[in-house]
């Protein structure tokens, strides 16, 4: 493999993890929605951990 495959193979590995962070994000906020409905605040502050857990992933993608 030379630099420019290996660059593009990194890239599309880099592309993967975020695209499944960004879902991981999503699926989140929605069961936390849901939480907040059934006024269930246990489960509702161990998905914001695990929430701010993927968007320090996604920060350190990007940046």
Known sequence: MNNNQISNHSSGIRKTKF????DQQCTLNMQIRLAMQLHNSQVQTE???K???VTKQLE???Y
Do not use: G
Request: proline content about 0%.
């Open 47 to 49: 998905l914001q951990k």
């Open 51 to 53: 929430l701010e857990e």
């Open 19 to 22: 695209t499944c962070l960004k």
């Open 60 to 62: 350190h993608i990007i």
